[in-house]
């Protein structure tokens, strides 16, 4: 298998074979994110990801159960071109339960709802999407490319089409200054729509983001320890379900994992348990010092 540059993941994915089908990311603006501000984008051609596929099963062998096809927004692909890529990936591993990509609301909504139908016949199982807020204004100011109705959208658009949905929320990524609008407009969202997985990410700025300037310069404020715990304890609050809700990332303050709204008492009392802990108690990366 080749790879160019760094490859991510999610955790979720950690036990699944990688197969690089786009480089880089199409959109590449948020503010935040400096995963692959240096990458020109393209799209691999369909002959060289079979190659890595065939070099996959050459080397692991038919038994390979999970593919991941990185980098950002490989739902771009034509729809022809991912069919024929899910499609012989199946040949090749028949033990395959499930193939998953990376598809924000901007290109999601590209897909009609037959394209997404096909994806899924062809053994698309599951879409990661970056929703980071429900909040108009803070996807505005991290520059994300699409509005909170437009998630909403491209969200009953996947369900619709059978394909799993997982969604990712920034805690704190609406700064002290919309850390209510950012918690109560995202369970809005999240609620509208339904996904299965919800998995909350603690916001820490990255060196090279445009954020990370803000932060520096003063026009950005991080929320404390106590502050995210209070973020995602209103957040919570507000969620209806029914998804997954999964705090898997070494960031965050609290690991609150359960089923929304039959583990929802449960989630808010660990959260308030975590309240009681002093804050200079936490790490000093969780708190986002660099």
Known sequence: MRYEGTVYRPPSEAESLLIQATIGCPHNKCTFCGMYRETKFRIRSVSDIKEDLQAARN??????????????????????????????????????KRMTVYGSAKYLKLKSSAELRRLKEAGLARIHSGMESGDDEVLRRINKGFTSSEMIEQGLKVKG??????????????GRERTQEHAIESARVLNAFTPDFVRLRTFVPLRGTPLYEDYQQGHFQLLSPHEALKETHLLVENLEGPFELLSDHYLNF?????????????????LKQRLCIPEDQFRQADSGSL
């Open 161 to 174: 089409a059978g394909i799993e949905l997982s969604e990712y929320i920034l805690i704190g990524i609406g």
């Open 59 to 96: 080397y692991y062998g038919e038994n390979v159960q999970s593919i991941f096809f990185p980098d950002g927004n490989t739902i771009l692909m034509k729809t022809d071109q991912l069919v024929e890529i899910l499609n012989y990936a199946q040949e090749l591993f028949p033990f395959l």
């Open 254 to 270: 609290a690991w609150v994992n359960g089923t929304i709204p039959e583990d929802k008492p449960q989630i808010l009392e660990l």
